[in-house]
């Protein structure tokens, strides 16, 4: 599985929209790209997928760049409740195998 | 609603002291993961079971095993909990043949070694 870089932190305020970066520059074509977060003290949730065309569905957006070379998760309305650790991961889909956790994006979501 | 569950979700044990903790779903899933996530650090897989087939990472510490006895239950036993093996622990499921698959996590349960 390819490796991941994301900022270590964020700020957003509620309300507006959060763009979380990642570069994943040497994914493989076969590899998607995965977000997850954790909010604290709870287990990791998914939100959102994609090869290489734009998502969305009803937590977030995922933007994919056309090299497949970095992406963007966007929290269109950010709430305090968004306040988690948001990891990048990318991999192939169809592999049971681990999830590998970078070090993730901690978003606070301030009033 | 189908899930993943955790039992307990705080645990406390003596430096030695052989523990189990346990994971349960509902979603009737064939792969079964456990995670261990230490303060301020990203989850990281110790093994995971594809029905009734272990997987073990290779730098899992002997000290952990599972047992899966059925499809809704796996079980992570620490043989002598050292200080180091206090974290959280995650379980997660996943069901392959679908294609695109994702993780579902439980809450997790938080180990405390005195």
């Known amino acids: 599985d390819a490796k991941t870089t994301q900022p270590p932190s964020m700020d957003c305020a509620e309300g507006r929209a959060a763009n979380l970066p990642c570069n994943h520059s040497?994914?493989?074509?076969?590899?998607?790209v995965y977000w997850y977060r954790q909010i604290h003290s709870q287990g990791p949730q998914y939100i959102i997928h994609?090869?290489?065309n734009n998502e969305t569905n009803e937590m977030a957006s995922l933007i994919i760049t056309e090299d497949r070379k970095s992406s963007t998760l966007i929290l269109p309305h950010a709430t305090l409740r968004d306040t988690a650790v948001y990891y990048c991961?990318?991999?192939?889909?169809?592999?049971?195998?681990?999830?590998?956790f970078g070090t993730g994006t901690r978003l606070q979501v301030f009033p | 609603d189908a899930m993943v569950i955790q039992n307990p979700r705080y645990q406390v044990t003596q430096f030695g002291k052989p523990v189990t903790l346990s994971c349960s779903q509902t979603?009737?899933?064939?792969?079964m993961y456990w995670y261990q996530q230490k303060s301020s650090q990203a989850p990281k897989l110790l093994f995971h079971?594809?029905?009734?087939?272990?997987?073990n990472e290779a730098d899992t510490p002997d000290n952990f095993q599972s047992r899966r006895p059925n499809t809704s239950f796996c079980f992570l036993d620490i043989r002598s909990p050292g200080l180091g093996d206090a974290a959280m622990y995650l379980c997660?499921?996943?069901?392959?043949?679908?294609?695109?698959?994702?993780?579902?996590f439980g809450p997790g349960t938080r180990l405390l070694v005195l």
């Open positions: 997660a499921t996943s069901r392959p043949g679908q294609g695109v698959k994702t993780q579902y």
């Open positions: 040497t994914i493989s074509g076969n590899e998607y």
């Open positions: 994609g090869l290489k």
């Open positions: 991961i990318v991999r192939v889909p169809w592999n049971t195998d681990k999830l590998i």
């Open positions: 979603l009737n899933h064939n792969v």
């Open positions: 079971y594809y029905d009734k087939d272990f997987n």
